[in-house]
């Protein structure tokens, strides 16, 4: 399976399945529903051992902090009820 996904995504293994927990990180911070829980709650909610390490992956695959994008979300939201 390792082998398939290194070979037709150009990714390894844990930067194939980082993708998808950032993304679906990125719809949880997104969600109101979901902000009771802080960054190590959702680090722990998508497959994430440590709140650094959901920090660090999210910053390498996304570019800024789960904070900064969790910044943007908020700032998109005032943009739009003014």
């Given at each position: 399976?390792?082998?398939l996904i290194n070979t037709h995504s150009q990714k390894n293994f844990n930067r194939f399945v980082n993708e998808f927990r950032i993304e679906e990180a990125k719809r949880l911070l997104?969600?109101?529903e979901f902000d009771n829980l802080n960054f190590s709650g959702i680090a722990e909610e998508i497959g994430f051992n440590s709140r650094?390490?959901?920090f660090t992956n999210?910053?390498?695959i996304e570019?800024?902090?789960p904070l900064e994008f969790k910044k943007s979300i908020a700032s998109?939201?005032?943009d739009e009820n003014t």
């Open positions: 399976m390792s082998w997104s969600d109101p650094s390490s959901f999210f910053k390498i570019g800024i902090t998109k939201k005032n």
